[in-house]
């Protein structure tokens, strides 16, 4: 029971998720909504989503060029393991698996592939806002001061970046002496050059620019509104997934939090329009689960059919 709890806890939580949806909804409803806005549609999510997937494992090859030069796909079977431990697993316990990874399968130690990870979550979740603060220009208008104050949000990693040594000197000086370590490691995952931090933030803003104007896109075609709604429900979700109560494969938690961010940016919570913005929920985190398997099941295969011409 021990060796296996984690394994029968996430079992047994997405059994009691798919017994109250379908109790609350039914799973027919649910499918139903998928079907009312097409397949090209549900194809062409999916499609999208997977893009972004080749840009992060791009993203960690320019991090570490000379380890994985050459391994591209390989590198992109190693992300889409950890990004599906990452979804599957409570807790945050994915991302634990992306240091060992990286170290089984490039020889990277720990320590370097956590602090790069370390960084790159920085990153993303600069990045993150950044996408999602898209909803709040559209509340106010789109008025110009609103664009200007977005877009000096969106470099502002570039406006930091000259800062990096300084800001580690301080921490140096700051913290305790057994914290040093822990400062030098952090140092080291940031990249060191303007030529590779520009790659680093440009990739890191593509996907998630991508990720969240496809989520918001699916959340109105199926009848979310406002327009800045559809970037909060995004934003919501995607947040459920970075907090320690993250639960596995984010039943509950991931819809749950699509629900409670499109409402604070001002989709109507009365009962008619929220049993719609529940299934619109619903399907999205079912959009974000298929994406992540198939992600997976294509880096399989492709280190497969490389392998097998070795």
């Not at 709890?5 to 027919?28: D, M, N, P, Q, R």
């Not at 893009?51 to 992109?76: C, M, N, Q």
């Amino acid at each position: 029971m021990k060796r296996y709890s984690i394994t029968l806890l996430t079992v047994a939580l997405v059994l009691v998720y798919v017994g109250f949806v379908e109790w609350a909804f039914g799973w027919k409803s649910i499918i139903d909504g998928w079907k009312s806005v097409g397949e090209g549609a549900v194809v062409g999510a999916i499609l999208a989503l997977v893009a972004t997937y080749f840009v992060r494992a791009h993203r960690i090859h320019d991090y570490f060029p000379s380890e994985t030069k050459g391994r591209f796909i390989w590198l992109f079977r190693v992300t889409q393991v950890h990004n599906l431990l990452n979804t599957m697993l409570p807790f945050r316990l994915g991302e634990t698996s992306f240091p060992l990874l990286m170290r089984s399968e490039f020889a990277i130690p720990v320590a370097r592939g956590a602090a790069a990870l370390f960084v790159m979550r920085l990153l993303d979740m600069q990045a993150l806002l950044a996408a999602s603060a898209v909803g709040l220009v559209a509340h106010t208008g789109f008025v110009i001061w609103a664009w200007a104050l977005w877009f000096i949000f969106l470099v502002l990693p570039l406006l930091l970046f000259p800062m990096r040594d300084a800001f580690f000197r301080l921490s140096g000086r700051l913290l305790p002496n057994r914290l040093s370590p822990v400062v030098e490691q952090i140092s080291l995952g940031v990249p060191h050059t303007w030529g590779q931090f520009l790659r680093v933030w440009f990739l890191t803003a593509v996907n998630w620019g991508v990720k969240m104007a496809v989520l918001a896109w699916v959340l109105w075609i199926m009848g979310l509104a406002p327009f800045a709604a559809t970037f909060g429900g995004a934003l919501g979700g995607e947040l459920s997934s970075v907090l320690p109560v993250h639960a596995p494969a984010g039943v509950g938690t991931y819809p749950a939090s699509i629900v409670a961010g499109a409402v604070a940016f001002g989709a109507s919570s009365e009962a008619a329009n929220f049993d719609q913005l529940a299934r619109a929920a619903i399907n999205t985190h079912l959009l974000i689960v298929v994406s992540a398997l198939v992600g997976t099941g294509l880096s399989v295969a492709l280190a497969a059919i490389l392998q097998g011409k070795k």
